[in-house]
DNA sequence: AAGGACTTTGACAACCGTTTTCATTTTGGC
DNA sequence: GCCAAAATGAAAACGGTTGTCAAAGTCCTT
């Protein structure tokens, strides 16, 4: 059954940014689920693999993901402080990747494009307290 | 002194791809260097942090290195058969991260652009006999 | 309902790249 | 030559991720 794959999907959804395995599964294991966190890994990559979610790495070399409220080509635009994210599409991008490929005779052209900034809520200074 | 930090960053000119912390250790005891892999990570890690290399995370998590020519913002076109390497200036793709990002209401925007793809060479079938 | 084959699960160990530790060596200044 | 500071590197520690494998669950057939 797809019931774990399901509840980890979901518990995605239920967040707005990016998410590492281990935070999905502490988190899951508070609302008092019952899973184990290699069950939680597997859910993940078969999500990722099935394009249900997005991944990408941390700087630290940590994969994290995002449930993807479209299943079409973008980029994200994610807060470095509080990790809220937001997808964003890039035609311009998407082009500028092609041409720069095929004029170095590339072929088969794929791109990383990720955009990270600090998001108004987080750049407001006294909004801390 | 500096002098295996040099012997780090001249292993990676030779090279004309990213290369992994563990190849470059490799490479260079090949060569007959007497030099640890510690060593190499610190190396490394001085001269990305000085801007004298840059690095990115392969899909597995590997961070490789690469001696750019440029010390200019640009990016990379990858040939995922051979490691291959084109650096790239976009202005329009930093004009548009900007945009994306002001848009939202985000400040300090950075972003990271690569660009993948098979560069003439591997993408020749006949090539490989 | 019972049996059996196949799938899923998850505790735990293994992996692997990277970082830390710490004793030793090297370097530079006096 | 001597001492203090910095660099080195072998080995251990780390942390995220993946593999192992036995136990549990599911589904189909009888």
Redesign the pocket.
């Known amino acids: 059954?797809?019931?774990?794959?399901d509840a980890v999907h979901d518990t995605l959804r239920g967040s707005s940014g990016f998410r590492?395995?281990?935070d999905v599964y502490a988190e899951m294991r508070l609302h008092g689920a019952?899973?184990?966190?290699?069950?939680v890994?597997?859910?993940l990559?078969a999500l990722a693999d099935g394009g249900k979610v997005d991944v990408l790495r941390t700087d630290d070399?940590?994969?994290v993901y995002r449930a993807c409220a479209t299943d079409a080509h973008h980029h994200h635009l994610v807060c470095r402080k509080c990790g809220q994210t937001v997808e964003v599409a890039g035609p311009a991008v998407e082009r500028w990747a092609e041409t720069v490929g095929s004029e170095h005779g590339f072929t088969e052209i794929t791109h990383t494009v990720e955009v990270f900034g600090t998001c108004s809520s987080c750049s407001t200074p006294s909004r801390t307290a």
């Open positions: 059954m797809t019931t774990r794959r590492s395995a281990q019952k899973i184990g966190l290699t069950t890994y597997r859910a990559q070399g940590e994969s």
